[in-house]
């Protein structure tokens, strides 16, 4: 069974930073891409990142690339996403996704998901 599991949500001022997890289990790692998607109350769900764990290829959105970091640590089956000069808008649950292959989010095929941790980005 699939498990993705996320932590590192809070709450931070603009300008600040914080680091998400997701530790991974249920599936052979480096075979897979894992990626992050959030969704703000009565937004679309929006693709944020992703990573192929098999040779650690990225991609991001054009509204996070320069501040965000996708990483993989394979010998503990988890990814980070480092998230830095945090806005307002970056507000949202973050989501853990498990993934056929990072590619952009139009033709993500979402294996599976966590439960999201919140980020709240607020003065």
Avoid: H
């Amino acid at each position: 069974e699939v498990q993705l599991v996320e932590s590192g949500g809070g709450l931070v001022q603009p300008g600040g930073s914080l680091k998400l997890s997701c530790a991974a289990s249920g599936f052979s790692f480096g075979y897979y891409a894992l990626g992050w998607f959030r969704q703000a109350p009565g937004k679309e769900r929006e693709g944020v990142s992703c990573i192929s764990t098999s040779d650690a290829a990225t991609w991001y959105s054009s509204s996070v690339k320069g501040r965000f970091t996708i990483s993989s640590d394979n010998a503990r089956n988890t990814i980070y996403l480092e998230m830095n000069s945090l806005k307002p808008e970056d507000t949202a649950n973050y989501y853990c996704a498990l993934l056929a292959e990072c590619t952009t989010p139009a033709d993500w095929t979402l294996e599976g998901w966590g439960q999201g941790t919140q980020v709240t980005v607020s003065s």
